[in-house]
Structures are given as C-alpha cells and as structure tokens.
Nanobody, 126 residues
Framework: QVQLVETGGGSVQAGGSLRLSCASSELTFSFNQYAMYWFRQAPGKEREFVAAVSWSGGGRYYADSVKGRFTISRDNVKYTVSLQMDSLNPEDTAVYFC?????????????????WGKGTQVTVSS
C-alpha cells in the first residue's frame, strides 16, 4: 500500500515561514514516475491546489495565491517532496496534503490524484 506522510506543519505568526515535507516508500511507490502535488483545505472550504512538481523536478507550477511565496522541490534519491512557505498570512491556514499523479504535473483538480497523504495542519496567526 502506498504511503505518503507529511511532516513540518505547525503554528506561526504572519510573515513567518514553514517547510513541509512529504516522504514515500520506494518499496511501495515508484516515486520517480509521479508528479507530486501539494493541496490544502481550510475549514468549510474545498480542497485547493497549491503547487506541483514534475517527475524530473524541471516543471514547477503554483496557484496564483502562493506564487512568489512558496517553493516546491523534490529529491528523487530520498523520495521526498518539500514545500517551503515564506511570507505566510492567515489565509494560508489549512490542512496541507501531499498527493501524487502519474500522468501530469499540470492539473489542479484533486480528483485527478492517485494517492494522498493524511495531511498536516498549518496555522498562521495575525
């Protein structure tokens, strides 16, 4: 069974930074063949796309709301994907999910994802 495990969530004041990581086990998941994603879901809202990185790491895509503040990266040796979040604001408060899609790094639909982690909470206070 594929496992994606997110770490690095927490509480921070507005203007601060957090770094999220998502780890997988190559034994159960061909990490290098998948585009990797971050989504988030705030209370009472739909799950929304945040960022994606292609299998090679050469393509990176961001939601307009995080562009210039968040950076996605991946390590195909360690089977991890990270999300560096800077200049955080209260609107970034949400549960952040790692996800994987074999076909593309250019979708924004949660329905297209094949695998999900359980999420990690990020809380930004003003």
């Amino acid at each position: 069974q594929v496992q994606l495990v997110e770490t690095g969530g927490g509480s921070v004041q507005a203007g601060g930074s957090l770094r999220l990581s998502c780890a997988s086990s190559e034994l159960t998941f061909s990490f290098n063949q998948y585009a990797m994603y971050w989504f988030r879901q705030a209370p009472g809202k739909e799950r929304e796309f945040v960022a994606a990185v292609s299998w090679s790491g050469g393509g990176r895509y961001y939601a307009d709301s995080v562009k210039g503040r968040f950076t996605i990266s991946r390590d195909n040796v360690k089977y991890t994907v990270s999300l560096q979040m800077d200049s955080l604001n209260p609107e970034d408060t949400a549960v952040y999910f790692c996800a994987a899609d074999r076909h593309t790094a250019q979708t924004t639909s949660p329905a297209d994802m094949e695998y999900w982690g359980k999420g990690t909470q990020v809380t930004v206070s003003s």
